[in-house]
């Protein structure tokens, strides 16, 4: 029996700080699914189009929130690029923006 807890607390220990860590940022899990997103969803042509056109008005203010709230936790940035860096690497690569 106590063999049995010395390998039942510690898998439950970290179960909990797991759970707890991917409940962290709830805004960034929002954020980094809207971006993969958008990335998944729109054709190359899409991606090259919006690249050049200057942004406007309510975008340009939701995107600087979200990259202000970014610069200010370095925790939540670092969760944020390793969620959105590899999907959008990939398709900037099928697309030919990366070299």
């Given at each position: 029996?106590?063999?049995?807890?010395?390998?039942?607390?510690?898998?439950?220990?970290?179960?909990?700080?797991?759970?707890a860590g991917a409940?962290?940022?709830?805004?960034?899990?929002k954020l980094a699914?809207?971006?993969?997103?958008?990335?998944?969803?729109?054709?190359?042509?899409?991606?090259?189009?919006?690249?050049?056109?200057?942004?406007?008005?309510?975008?340009?203010?939701?995107?600087?929130?979200?990259?202000?709230?970014?610069?200010?936790?370095?925790?939540?940035?670092?969760?944020?690029?390793?969620?959105?860096?590899g999907p959008i690497?990939?398709?900037?690569?099928?697309?030919?923006?990366?070299?």
């Amino acid at each position: 029996m106590i063999r049995f807890r010395y390998l039942f607390l510690p898998g439950v220990l970290l179960f909990q700080v797991g759970a707890a860590g991917a409940q962290q940022f709830p805004i960034l899990d929002k954020l980094a699914d809207k971006v993969v997103q958008k990335y998944q969803s729109s054709s190359c042509q899409e991606l090259a189009q919006k690249k050049s056109q200057p942004q406007t008005g309510k975008r340009e203010m939701m995107e600087e929130k979200a990259l202000a709230m970014l610069r200010k936790d370095p925790q939540m940035r670092t969760e944020f690029l390793n969620r959105v860096a590899g999907p959008i690497a990939n398709k900037m690569f099928e697309c030919g923006m990366i070299p």
